[in-house]
Every structure is written in structure tokens, then in C-alpha cells.
């Protein structure tokens, strides 16, 4: 199959063209405009013949249409991922998640494309009323621009696949760590310590509820979910069984740096405005095809940090 795959040289969309370009069957388009992607992240897929690179932005709909002709699935990856800051620029979350997702989804209605997958995000629950949270779970009040974009993209994707036929995977992801990873409290931290080893700034205090994925995880729930998903609206919850918390994740940060920091707190029971302090999804839906996070969070907080550690021009260099 040929795929077509925005957002390709970010964190999870380059861990995911490498996934797509083992199958020797498969070619891919990757479609970024490098706002916060990175082409070292694409150095060996580069080097394969069945690998294609279109610098773009989403919001330039001629061009987008133009590349994805003669593809045969659309992997949406690209987004505006800064949920903390969503207030000082609350049009980016508009533009570049909702607006961008409508462009894609026009570009596969003129091109005949059919399938979709689409990361959405757990912040989607707000401050949820059921813990673990379920994919059927009420909606609450949005509490973040991010959250509410997010939203207002699976939207339109039910809307086209009720309206023009296509198949949609939707996943609402938990936060994601490993390989790759630039951005979320983790590498904040790692960026901290690397600064200055003797202090960590923790926003709130500390004991926001959180789930995390390492990132071969979520790849493996993607593509079993692809696989063995047969309706026309395929959503998923994809995260760790259980959860933790900040000072949990800064504890093993500073263990696997080497550290004793001393820790400040902003305080209050959350990290900024939006921030939802207890995030635990339910994956009972997905476990049903036999899928199960292999690693542990706290192994999965170490396995990111080792990575920034041994490439230290992501910390250095950040945009």
C-alpha cells in the first residue's frame, strides 16, 4: 500500500513511517512543514527508495491534495501539541489541529483515499466523571483549546466517514514517551536537570494522576487496531492499565540522571490552566484483541530519559 503520513518527521509520525517502511510491500509519502518535526528523526527511512519527503504545511490544501494523490491510507499525525500554552495562542489549536484535519479529510475525498487514522488525545475527557475512563464515558466540559480541537476533529472525521464513505481509526492517546520524544513533562524535566542538576521546578504539587505509553506500545495498539478493527468508526483508548504520579515520574528521572535535586512546587492541584490532574483510561476495548502494554511506565520514563540523555542536541537544540 502506498501511505500517506503528515506530521512524519515528529515523534510518533517518524516512529510510525519506520514501522510502515519495514514492510518491503508499502511506500510512504511524509508531509511536514517542520515546525516541530525533525529530518535527523527520518535519516534511515531516508535512505529507503520507497520513501518519499514533501515539505508542507496542512493549511496549504492545493498542495496537500497534490501529494497524497494515488495514496491509499492517511496516517494524520501532524498537530499543534502544546496543550500548556494553548491560552497565549489559541487560534494555533484551531489552525493547525481542526482546520488542518478538515484539508486532509477534503484532499481524501478528492483523491478517493478511504482510510484514516487519527490520534486524538485523553485530554478529549476533561476532568472525566468515570475513572478508568472509558471510550463511551460522557463528555464533560473541554477544559483545554487542545482538548476541544482534538474534539471537534474526530467530529468531522465521523462526519465524513458517515457522509463520504470512509473508514476511520481514531485513538485517544494517554501521554506517550520513548524514542524521539521532544516534548511533555518528561523531557521538561530532563531539560531542567540537564540545566541545573541541583533544582526541578514541578508545576502543582506534584501529585496530578497520570498515565503514560511507551511509544512501541502505542505502535503495536495502532496496527492491531488497524488489523482487526471492522467497524466504520474505530475508536480506542491507548494507555498503561494503571497509572502514577508526577513525583513518581521525577523520582525515577533524577535516579536514572544520576541526581538528588531538591523539588519546587508552583503549587495546586494543577500544572496550568487545562490541565487535567487525573488522566487513566480504560483499554478493556483494545486488550480484547490481545493487545497489553509490554513495558512498565516507570520503564518507559527511564528508556525515554537514556534516549535524551545519549542525544543530547534534542534538549540542546528544542525549538
Known amino acids: 500500500m502506498k501511505y500517506f503520513v503528515s506530521g512524519g518527521a515528529g515523534f510518533i509520525g517518524s516512529n510510525i513511517v519506520d514501522r510502515l517502511l519495514a514492510n518491503p ?9 517542520f515546525t516541530t518535526g525533525n529530518i535527523r528523526f527520518l535519516e534511515e527511512s531516508s535512505k529507503n527508495p520507497r520513501y518519499k519527503l514533501v515539505k508542507g504545511d ?3 490544501i492545493d498542495k496537500l491534495k497534490k ?11 501532524a498537530a499543534n501539541a502544546d496543550i500548556r500554552f494553548g491560552i497565549e495562542h489559541p487560534k494555533k ?14 484532499a481524501m475525498r478528492e483523491n478517493g483515499v478511504k482510510k484514516i487514522a487519527f490520534p486524538s488525545t485523553g485530554p478529549v475527557y476533561g476532568e472525566a466523571p468515570v475513572i478508568p475512563t472509558p471510550e463511551n464515558c460522557p463528555m464533560p466540559i473541554q477544559t483545554s483549546l487542545y482538548g476541544a480541537s482534538k474534539l471537534a476533529c474526530e467530529g468531522l472525521i465521523e462526519a465524513y466517514c458517515e457522509g463520504f464513505g470512509l473508514v476511520a481509526y481514531i485513538f ?7 524514542e524521539r520524544y521532544t516534548h511533555g513533562h518528561v523531557f521538561d524535566f530532563v531539560r531542567q536537570l540537564y540545566g541545573n542538576p541541583e533544582r526541578l521546578y514541578i508545576l502543582g504539587n506534584g501529585e496530578q494522576r497520570k498515565s503514560y505509553l ?7 495498539a495502532i496496527f492491531t487496531i488497524i488489523e482487526k478493527a471492522e467497524e466504520k468508526i474505530n475508536i480506542y483508548n491507548l494507555g498503561a492499565d494503571y497509572y502514577c504520579e508526577v513525583n513518581n515520574s521525577a523520582e525515577w528521572i533524577s535516579d536514572e540522571m544520576g541526581l538528588t535535586p531538591k523539588y519546587e512546587y508552583s503549587g495546586g492541584r494543577k500544572g496550568w490552566i487545562g490541565d487535567n490532574p487525573f488522566i487513566y483510561l480504560d483499554t478493556t476495548k483494545v486488550q480484547k484483541f490481545g493487545w497489553k502494554a509490554k513495558f512498565t511506565i516507570e520503564e518507559g520514563v527511564r ?9 543530547k542536541w534534542i534538549i540542546e537544540n528544542e525549538k
Open 58 to 60: 496542512l493549511l496549504d
Open 303 to 311: 528508556k525515554t530519559v537514556r534516549y535524551l540523555m545519549a542525544n
Open 172 to 178: 485517544r492517546f494517554v501521554s506517550i514517551l520513548g
Open 25 to 33: 510491500g508499502n511506500e510512504v509519502v511524509v508531509y511536514d512543514n
Open 93 to 106: 489549536d484551531l489552525e493547525q489541529n481542526t482546520i488542518a484535519t478538515f484539508n486532509v479529510l477534503e
Open 67 to 77: 501529494f497524497m494523490k494515488g495514496c491509499d491510507f492517511v496516517f494524520h499525525f
Open 214 to 220: 511507551y511509544i512501541q506500545d502505542c505502535l503495536d
